[in-house]
């Protein structure tokens, strides 16, 4: 049974910085593309950043949304079968539950009627 697990939200002042990781099991996802979303109240589930199997020293092979271009980072151990988001200089309108998701292939994509597997969420709360 594939899993995947988020962790690391909770609540940080704006300006602040926090790291959400995702545990993936039940299968090997280093050839698989990842991705994170969030969910704000009242919204709809919306991309944040996605990387692919492999990332060049340029970051090539890694995407982001407009809005956390140059503040979060998206980043994967293949080897702990885990990826991180980075989020850093945050503000209260990245409040949401945070969602980690993995795709069968190796391309990436913003669409998340595109990935296969999700995990739970984790909240993030950026207070102002």
């Known amino acids: 049974q594939v899993q995947l697990v988020e962790s690391g939200g909770g609540l940080v002042q704006a300006g602040g910085s926090l790291r959400l990781s995702c545990a993936a099991s039940g299968r090997t996802f280093s050839s698989s593309a990842m991705g994170w979303f969030r969910q704000a109240p009242g919204k709809g589930r919306q991309f944040v950043a996605a990387?692919?199997?492999?990332?060049?020293?340029?970051?090539?092979?890694?995407y982001y949304a407009d809005s956390v271009k140059g503040r979060f980072t998206i980043s994967r151990d293949n080897a702990k079968n885990t990826v991180y988001l980075q989020m850093n200089s945050l503000k209260p309108e990245d409040t949401a539950v945070y969602y980690c998701?993995?795709?069968?292939?190796?391309?990436?994509?913003?669409?998340?009627?595109?990935?296969?597997?999700w995990g739970q969420g984790t909240q993030v709360t950026v207070s102002s």
């Open positions: 990387i692919s199997w492999s990332v060049s020293w340029s970051g090539e092979g890694t």
């Open positions: 998701a993995a795709r069968r292939t190796t391309m990436i994509v913003t669409n998340r009627n595109l990935y296969d597997y």
